[in-house]
C-alpha cells in the first residue's frame, strides 16, 4: 500500500488503463477467438446436417417410388446375369456348334476354339487367369483374381468354316440370337458360289461367362450317349443252359409224308 501511495496518481490511472488493456487483449486471443472458431465449425455443421436432412426428407417423400425403380434394376439386373454361364467348356462349346449346324441345316467344315480370356475383373485390370505369366506383378494379380470369390467375366472365341443356304444362314443368326447364353457373332463373311447356289465362308463367335456367382453350371449335354453309373462299360452276361434240363425234355419229331396225287390223263380229240 505505501508503494502505491508513493505512485502519482496519474501513473496509478495509466497502470490500471494498461493492465485492462492487456486483460481485454487476453481475453480476445484467447477466449474470443476460440469461442469463435468453434463457433464457425458448429456453422459449417449445422449447414451440413441441414443439407443431409433436407436430402433425406426428399428422400423420404420419395421413398415408394425410389423402391419401386430398385426393385426394377434388381430384376433387370438378375435377368442380365441369368444369360451368363457360371463357365465356358470347349466340349460345350463344339455341342453349341454342333446343334448350331443341324437346327441350321448348314455344313461346318472347320471348327477352331480360343483360349478363355478375362473381359472383366473388380480388380480393375483385363488379364487371362487360365494362362500363366512371366511377369512375377501378373501371377500375383492372376492368383488374386481367381481365389478372390469376386465375379469375374471370360469370353472365348470360336471361329467355324461353313457351308450354308441363304435360309439356313438366317436360321443361324436367329438361333445364335435367341439362345439363352449371352453370346454374339464378332465378325462373318460369306461368298456365293453361282453353281451350286450355296453361301461359304467364316464365322467368329464370342461366348461368355461370369464366374463367381451362385448360378451352377450345366454341363454339354450330348445326344446318343448314355449317362448313369449302373452300368458304366456296357457289360453284360451271357446265360448258360444246363444240358441235363434239355436231355430231359422229350422231343417230338412228327415225320410228314407226301401225299399221293392221283392225276387223271385227259384226252383231247382233235
Known amino acids: 500500500m505505501n508503494i502505491l501511495r508513493r505512485i502519482p496518481r496519474r501513473q496509478l490511472k495509466l497502470m490500471v488503463v494498461l493492465i485492462s488493456l492487456l486483460l481485454v487483449a487476453g ?7 476460440r469461442l469463435n472458431k468453434k463457433a464457425e ?14 436430402e433425406l426428407l426428399e428422400k423420404n417423400r420419395n421413398k415408394e417410388t425410389m423402391e419401386e ?4 434394376m434388381r430384376v433387370k439386373y438378375d435377368s442380365l446375369l441369368d444369360e451368363f454361364p457360371s463357365n465356358l467348356t470347349q466340349d460345350k462349346n463344339i455341342m453349341f456348334i454342333y446343334n448350331l449346324a443341324k437346327h441350321a441345316k448348314m455344313e461346318v467344315k ?6 478363355n480370356e478375362l473381359f472383366y475383373s473388380p480388380f480393375g485390370y483385363v488379364s487371362t487367369p487360365t494362362e500363366p505369366t512371366a511377369d512375377a506383378s501378373g501371377a500375383a494379380e492372376i492368383t488374386q483374381a481367381t481365389n478372390s470369390g469376386e465375379m469375374l467375366g471370360y469370353k472365348t472365341r470360336v471361329t467355324i468354316s461353313y457351308s450354308s443356304s441363304y435360309d439356313g444362314l438366317k436360321q443361324c443368326i436367329n438361333y445364335i440370337n435367341d439362345y439363352k447364353d449371352r453370346m454374339n457373332v464378332a465378325n ?9 447356289g450355296i453361301l461359304s465362308g467364316t464365322m467368329v463367335i464370342d461366348f461368355y461367362a461370369l464366374s463367381g456367382t451362385d448360378k ?3 454341363d454339354a449335354v450330348i445326344e446318343s ?4 453309373t449302373k452300368n458304366i462299360f456296357g457289360t453284360f452276361e451271357i446265360p448258360i443252359v444246363d444240358t441235363e434240363d434239355l436231355d430231359s425234355e422229350d422231343v417230338d419229331i412228327e415225320d410228314t409224308e407226301p401225299e399221293d396225287t392221283d392225276t387223271e390223263d385227259i384226252d383231247t380229240d382233235d
Open 69 to 72: 425403380e430398385i426393385e426394377t
Open 188 to 196: 462373318f463373311n460369306a461368298a456365293f458360289d453361282q453353281t451350286s
Open 27 to 33: 481475453s480476445y486471443f484467447f477466449g474470443f477467438q
Open 110 to 115: 472347320v471348327i477352331s476354339l480360343g483360349e
Open 216 to 218: 451352377p453350371f450345366e
Open 41 to 54: 465449425a458448429l456453422k459449417k455443421e449445422n449447414i451440413t446436417l441441414t443439407s443431409e436432412r433436407n
Open 225 to 228: 450317349v448314355p449317362i448313369g
